[in-house]
C-alpha cells in the first residue's frame, strides 16, 4: 500500500502517532475466521480516542472503521466483533463519519 496522501483530519480524528502497528496487532489478534476483515492486509490511518475507533486502509484500497476493544482475549467467535464498518472511498468516510462527529462535538 501507497502512502496515504496529505490528508486533514478533522477532531476528534487524527492520525495515529508513535507506532500504529500496535493497533493493527490487536485487529489481528482480535479478528476471528468469520469476520470480514479476517486474512485481509491493511494499516492504521486514522484513529479517534474518543471512542477507540480506529480508520484502517486495505489493501484494495477501501477503508474501514474498527472498534478495537483491547481486552487481550482469544479471538472473536462473533462475525460481528469487532464492530466495523467498510468505506469504498475516503471521501466516504468523511461525509458518512469524520465531519459529523466533528459537527456533533464542536460545531461548525
Request: negative net charge; proline residues 8%.
Given at each position: 500500500?501507497?502512502?496515504?496522501a496529505?490528508?486533514?483530519?478533522?477532531?476528534?480524528w487524527r492520525r495515529?502517532?508513535?507506532?500504529?502497528?500496535?493497533a493493527?496487532?490487536?485487529?489481528r489478534r482480535?479478528l476471528?475466521p468469520?469476520h470480514?476483515?479476517?486474512?485481509?492486509?491493511?494499516?492504521?490511518?486514522?484513529v479517534?480516542?474518543?471512542?477507540d475507533d480506529?480508520?484502517f486502509?486495505?489493501?484494495?484500497?477501501t477503508?474501514?472503521?474498527?472498534h478495537?476493544?483491547?481486552?487481550?482475549k482469544?479471538?472473536e467467535?462473533?462475525?460481528?466483533?469487532?464492530?466495523t464498518?467498510?468505506?469504498?472511498?475516503?471521501?466516504?468516510?468523511?461525509?458518512a463519519?469524520?465531519?459529523?462527529?466533528?459537527?456533533?462535538?464542536?460545531?461548525?
Amino acid at each position: 500500500m501507497a502512502e496515504l496522501a496529505p490528508f486533514l483530519f478533522f477532531r476528534p480524528w487524527r492520525r495515529p502517532f508513535g507506532n500504529p502497528m500496535g493497533a493493527e496487532t490487536e485487529l489481528r489478534r482480535e479478528l476471528g475466521p468469520q469476520h470480514i476483515l479476517y486474512g485481509r492486509s491493511f494499516r492504521a490511518v486514522g484513529v479517534t480516542g474518543e471512542s477507540d475507533d480506529w480508520l484502517f486502509e486495505l489493501d484494495d484500497g477501501t477503508f474501514a472503521q474498527v472498534h478495537l476493544t483491547w481486552t487481550r482475549k482469544p479471538p472473536e467467535t462473533n462475525a460481528n466483533c469487532p464492530r466495523t464498518r467498510i468505506f469504498g472511498t475516503l471521501d466516504e468516510w468523511v461525509i458518512a463519519v469524520m465531519l459529523p462527529d466533528h459537527v456533533d462535538r464542536f460545531g461548525l
